[in-house]
């Protein structure tokens, strides 16, 4: 009983007294704290060996896609082939019979050749009849648009006139002011005492002034 | 009619030289403006010289003989109110013996008999 005692107030540490409490130490033997009187179990670490090894899953899935190609061809390979084969010698064959068959025997084809015929008849046809209408329609527009510009040319010939004239009276106003203007700038050096000479020469003057606004 | 001519015939009437009246007769009286010939032929019988009234007088187509009787009658007017008219009267005495134009001569001949009248 003594001794009981001594264990339970010197030995006992908080993991003794919770055997039960996870340990962050990655030890795996469950009685390697067991303490019975001081004593550890004689056995080291007895779960060593059955320590879970880490697998790499990248090597695992390409050896399981590896192994289902390996099915796959095994069973799909083979119909792909003769299809193939198939499908060539399908083509080899209607290649061989559109060689050797002639087509005007067949009395549908000659049908749709004469359709096309036809077709290609009436479609010219119809464009020779639609380019004459377009000539006769161009050539009554073309008469039309003769007409009009004649009639503008009359109009244009009278506004012409018009506007000369209205030209003309301008161009006599304006010369007659300008002779004023002239007349008022000369005005001062006209006189008795003035050279018959100089006199000459300002008349002369004044008739090229009135010949120019006339013209 | 331009009053810069009319200045320019009236500074022309006021020189006594013979210049003055050839360029009258030249620039006024050969002018197809009417009113420049009226004024032009007024002007030469207002100098009151022989040589200017022998324009107006003897010349087909000029002074009393002008096409225009607006012009004609206007110089012979002008000749009707000089106050001497000796030297016209003895222009148109020499126009009705000598001059070779029957209708010069008969317009003459009328000046002639107005100014008798006047």
Redesign the interface.
């Known amino acids: 009983m003594a001794k009981i005692i001594k264990i339970g107030s010197q030995n006992l540490t908080p993991k003794i007294a919770n055997p039960f409490k996870t340990s962050r130490n990655s030890s795996t033997n469950p009685f390697k704290y067991s303490n019975f009187e001081g004593n550890t179990l004689q056995f080291a670490d007895v779960f060593e060996g059955f320590e879970p090894k880490k697998t790499n899953k990248l090597k695992m899935i390409a050896s399981s896609v590896a192994g289902s190609m390996t099915k796959l061809r095994s069973s799909i390979a083979e119909p792909i082939v003769n299809f193939v084969n198939r499908v060539r010698g399908g083509i080899s064959n209607a290649w061989d019979f559109a060689k050797n068959v002639n087509l005007a025997d067949y009395k549908g084809l000659k049908t749709i050749s004469n359709v096309m015929d036809m077709a290609k008849n009436s479609m010219s046809k119809g464009l020779n009849g639609t380019a004459e209408f377009l000539n006769q329609d161009v050539s009554v527009i073309g008469k039309g648009l003769s007409g009009t510009v004649a009639f503008l040319n009359k109009d244009v010939a009278v506004i012409g006139k018009e506007m000369s004239n209205d030209i003309s009276g301008f161009g006599k106003e304006l010369s007659s002011k300008w002779n004023a203007l002239i007349s008022k700038i000369n005005h001062k050096k006209i006189s008795a005492d003035t050279p018959v000479a100089e006199l000459e020469q300002m008349w002369r003057n004044e008739i090229a002034l009135e010949a120019g606004g006339a013209a | 009619m331009?009053?810069?001519?009319l200045?320019?015939i009236?500074?022309?009437t006021?020189?006594q030289?013979n210049?003055?009246i050839r360029?009258l007769e030249e620039?006024g009286t050969n002018?197809p403006d009417n009113e420049v010939r009226e004024y032009t032929s007024r002007a030469l019988v207002r100098k009151n010289v022989h040589d200017s009234l022998k324009v107006v007088i003897i010349n087909q187509g000029k002074g009393i003989n002008d096409l225009s009787p607006a012009v004609a009658m206007s110089t012979i007017n002008e000749i009707l109110a000089l106050k001497d008219k000796g030297e016209v009267i003895k222009i148109l005495d020499d126009t009705i013996n000598m001059h070779s134009d029957e209708t010069v001569k008969e317009n003459a001949r009328s000046v002639k008999s107005l100014l008798a009248l006047s």
Do not use: G, P, Q, T
Request: a negative charge; hydrophobic letters at 40%.
């Open positions: 331009n009053k810069n001519v200045e320019i009236d500074a022309l006021a020189h030289d210049e003055s360029v620039l002018s």
